[in-house]
């Protein structure tokens, strides 16, 4: 016997022991291993889409929706009646060729894995794993790469597939693992590479996408054909050889080039076999009709999601179906920048919203990618609110109107006025004038808001007071707190366009107010309703009927007698403009019986814009010609209606100087006008206008008793305040 023999020899048993010694430990720990219960599975993250007001309910899906949201991946899970047979043949013949034939894991596979861990070979990181090893990896266990690890994935395999039918697992797996280009899951890769859904997959395209499964990114066809041509003929071999192709077949899908041009070099029409790598995702990814700026709704409606269902909401493959009116959007982006489009020229936005409550249009912005700030949204844009001016004197006149007061009540409107007590900062009155410090005599209320009267509503706000203007804003819709100070009526405080465009549909819906919202619908992947605006929204009556047709008989007449007639339109329409001191804002807000829109313009860092393109800016010159320009189109086709003529309030205030009124109701804010001074006693006790019959029967609230007028070199009719006029409990904010 040879040495080298004989020290083999003596070897023997030791080598024995350390044999029995490694079964019995694998045994004793796979035993362990197999009391491990199979955990919860990971979530799997789906995509979200969202679609615009077109698509019907249950129909939102990859090819209608005009956006698809995600945290960092792609993903739309389908069913296994969804694949077809040459994608499983494709897949089986690349990673698993016994899939249906083994109970989870391959001995031989495993025992390898095992022998390369042990030796500590670079080899243990090819493993030889089942498809269902895969899976259990991706969706029970992490990526360490150690014995234990892979030990519990075979358990967890064996347990698994004792739990699932084959072709579960095999679906599972399929919708589970990344593709490249951002997709996980066989639909989205679909998607992602050819464009079209699992379903329709050819041999050449199965085959490829099969082969992608180790290492995607290394066989993008558009980066290196070489490789990419290399894997897919490999998996296609592998299809021959289990008898799922014919030779010809394969050598027909391994012929297909890799066209990813719709032309050649020379500009000639070519048959694209592949899509192009999309450029890198955007933080909302693709999204359609961005051209005019539908990225902003689409932020919103992400928003909104993850306030609704939780952080991640957008990755729970939730079919959204929003407000957003493809149409109508375009008619408000051209509108606005249209008329604003200057590059070092002023910002504009516009809201527009119908009888339901639905937010139709919105125009937050021109550049996403740039300014993510959403101009629509104020503060919860995540910029600032802008003060509106006097598109906020309606909601003073709403309470006027529902204290009591007549629209024909008459006040002087003298180019400044001041009210004693009432100050700006220690010692210093306030005192608020007319738009270019203009006399316009004496007027009804109606008239003065015609006119824009800011001396007339100084004394309205000291009529029903501070507190009683930011409490009806709020009821109207207007969501910003308020500082109920007297030059609150004039609009000094900050508000949203969407606010603003809210409040406004109010008086258009008679005194109904609809939360405005851009999400009608969400279902779940399985078409489970999650949330549903026809239900889910309520509307509330927050001011009488009368009141709000008294509103809008008057707002009326801004358009046709008044400093909105730049708005006017074919139809009947009502609305307010608004302008801040320098003109740093300048607003129209207005609407039909259908549809609401608020427009404002003004540099995004507050700044005076005396004039643009040679115009004199105020709410009635730029931002009344922009609203005029949408509402045009947007209320093309609807239904002609008529706001009731109406006067809800029962006391007509100092009736002795209706007969000083001026006869020039027509001359506006900052034209020359003569004296409208008349000698006293030359007054009528009736209005100079046709009465108006009020809209209910109603009894009105107490009044104030008093009614006498001060001097007529002061303040308007009525400037100190009277004692308080009883009222209802103030309905609470929606």
Not at 132 to 150: A, F, G, H, I
Not at 716 to 722: E, G, I, L, M, N
Request: glycine share 8%.
């Amino acid at each position: 016997m040879s040495s080298s023999r004989s020290f083999l020899w003596r070897l023997r048993r030791p080598a024995y022991v350390v044999l029995v010694l490694m079964v019995v430990s694998l045994g004793g720990l796979w035993m362990a291993l197999s009391t491990i219960e199979l955990p919860p599975a990971k979530r799997s993250m789906e995509t979200t889409f969202v679609c615009d007001i077109n698509v019907e309910n249950n129909d939102c899906d990859f090819q209608n929706s005009m956006a698809k949201l995600s945290a960092t991946e792609a993903r739309v899970n389908v069913d296994y009646e969804q694949l077809p047979p040459v994608l499983v043949q494709a897949v089986l013949s690349a990673e698993d060729r016994n899939f249906f034939d083994h109970g989870g894991i391959d001995p031989a596979g495993l025992t390898r894995a095992v022998y390369q861990s042990l030796l500590g070979s670079s080899k243990s990181k090819q493993g030889g794993s089942t498809i269902t090893q895969q899976y259990v990896k991706l969706t029970y266990l992490t990526s360490e790469r150690t014995l234990t690890r892979k030990l519990k994935e075979g358990v967890l395999s064996v347990k698994l597939e004792g739990e699932l039918d084959k072709r579960d697992i095999l679906t599972r797996y399929l919708n589970e693992i990344y593709f490249g280009r951002g997709a996980y899951g066989v639909e989205a890769a679909s998607r992602a590479y050819f464009g079209i859904g699992v379903e329709n997959l050819q041999v050449h395209q199965a085959a490829y996408l099969a082969s992608l499964i180790r290492s995607p990114e290394s066989a993008e066809a558009t980066r290196d054909p070489k490789e990419a041509t290399r894997r897919r003929k490999t998996v296609l071999n592998g299809m021959v050889s289990e008898g799922y192709i014919t030779q010809a077949q394969a050598e027909a899908a391994d012929a297909v080039p890799w066209v990813s041009s719709p032309t050649d070099t020379n500009g000639d029409a070519q048959t694209m076999t592949i899509l192009p790598r999309p450029a890198e995702k955007t933080d909302l990814g693709q999204v359609r009709y961005a051209d005019y700026g539908s990225e902003y709704w689409v932020s919103l409606v992400r928003k909104q999601l993850r306030q609704r269902f939780g952080p991640g909401a957008e990755t729970q493959g939730l079919r959204v179906y929003i407000t957003y009116d493809p149409e109508m959007q375009e008619d408000a982006y051209k509108a606005v920048t249209g008329t604003l489009g200057r590059a070092d020229g002023p910002s504009g936005s516009l809201v527009a919203v119908d009888e339901k409550g639905q937010v139709r249009a919105m125009v937050g912005g021109t550049d996403f990618a740039k300014k993510k700030v959403n101009l629509a949204l104020g503060k919860e844009g995540g910029g600032s609110g802008r003060q509106p001016g006097s598109t906020f004197k309606p909601f003073a006149l709403a309470a006027f109107i529902e204290d009591g007061y007549s629209v024909e009540s008459a006040f002087r409107s003298p180019p400044t006025t001041q009210f004693p007590g009432v100050f700006t900062e220690p010692g210093k009155l306030w005192s608020p004038q007319n738009f270019g410090k203009s006399d316009l005599g004496v007027l009804s209320v109606e008239e003065a808001t015609w006119k824009s009267s800011n001396t007339v509503y100084a004394g309205m706000v000291n009529l029903v007071t501070p507190d009683r203007v930011a409490e009806m804003a709020n009821r109207l819709g207007v969501t910003s707190e308020l500082d109920p100070q007297y030059a609150l009526v004039l609009g000094t405080e900050e508000v949203s366009v969407l606010d603003m465009a809210s409040a406004y549909s109010t008086f258009a819906d008679r005194g109904k107010h609809t939360p405005p919202y851009v999400i009608r619908r969400v279902e779940d992947s399985a078409g489970v309703v999650l949330f549903d605006a026809k239900q889910d929204v309520k509307s509330e009556q927050v001011i009488d009927e009368g009141v709000a047709d008294t509103v809008n008989s008057v707002l009326s007449g801004v358009l046709t007698k008044g400093t909105g007639h730049s708005a006017s339109l074919r139809v009947v329409a009502a609305g307010k403009t608004g302008t801040t001191t320098d003109s740093k804002d300048a607003w129209f807000a207005g609407y039909t019986c259908h549809l609401t829109a608020a427009v404002w313009m003004g540099y995004e860092q507050p700044k005076p814009m005396k004039t643009y393109r040679g115009k004199e800016v105020s709410g009635g010159t730029v931002p009344a010609e922009i609203w005029r320009q949408f509402m045009s189109s947007a209320t093309q086709g609807d239904e002609a209606c008529q706001f009731p003529d109406a006067d809800f309030g029962k006391r007509i205030l100092n009736q002795r100087l209706t007969g000083m009124r001026s006869t020039t109701t027509s001359s506006l804010p900052g034209a020359v006008t003569s004296s409208t001074a008349v000698s006293a006693g030359s007054g009528s006790s009736t209005s100079t206008s046709t009465p108006k019959l009020p809209a209910s029967t109603v009894a009105p609230k107490p009044l104030p008793s008093t009614t006498v007028a001060p001097p007529t070199t002061s303040a308007p009719a009525t400037t100190v305040a009277p004692p308080p006029v009883p009222t209802a409990a103030p309905a609470p904010t929606p």
